[in-house]
């Protein structure tokens, strides 16, 4: 797991092949430190693929909203961190910074949160 580095958003931990295997659990147990969420999947029996399609699903961006951010330090602050977070899709100056960007409703949640008077 050292090789992966810090992140900047979630990890899913995927046991494969668990079919081949009589007790999952010291697997799922060895991965738990690294990572928040551990999906065991067999692709020859088809279990867990449900389970790891909807984890991905959800840690996707899934929606594309656009911000009005306030054109001081806060706001360009904030910007810069949804580059770091989101996928940023438009830019905007003026009066104020207008940013599209896709990313999952926490990020922007978390984006509104960060600039007071964010819209």
């Known amino acids: 797991m050292n ?3 810090d992140t900047q958003g979630p990890v899913i931990g995927v046991l494969n092949k ?3 295997v009589a ?5 799922r147990e060895a991965l738990a430190d ?4 551990v999906v065991a999947v067999s692709a020859i029996a088809g279990d867990g693929l449900d389970s790891l399609r909807d984890r ?11 911000l009005y951010l306030p054109n001081d330090g806060d706001g360009q602050a904030t910007l810069s961190w949804l580059y770091d977070y989101a996928s940023v899709d438009d830019v905007t100056y003026g009066d104020d910074i207008a940013v599209t960007v896709t990313a999952r409703p926490t990020i922007l949640e978390r984006a ?8």
Do not use: F, N, S
């Open 112 to 119: 509104r949160a960060k600039a007071p008077g964010a819209t």
């Open 3 to 5: 090789a992966i580095g």
């Open 18 to 20: 668990v079919d081949a």
């Open 23 to 27: 007790d999952v659990a010291p697997h």
């Open 34 to 37: 690294a990572v928040d969420d």
């Open 56 to 66: 991905v699903r959800d840690a996707l961006p899934t929606k594309t909203e656009t």
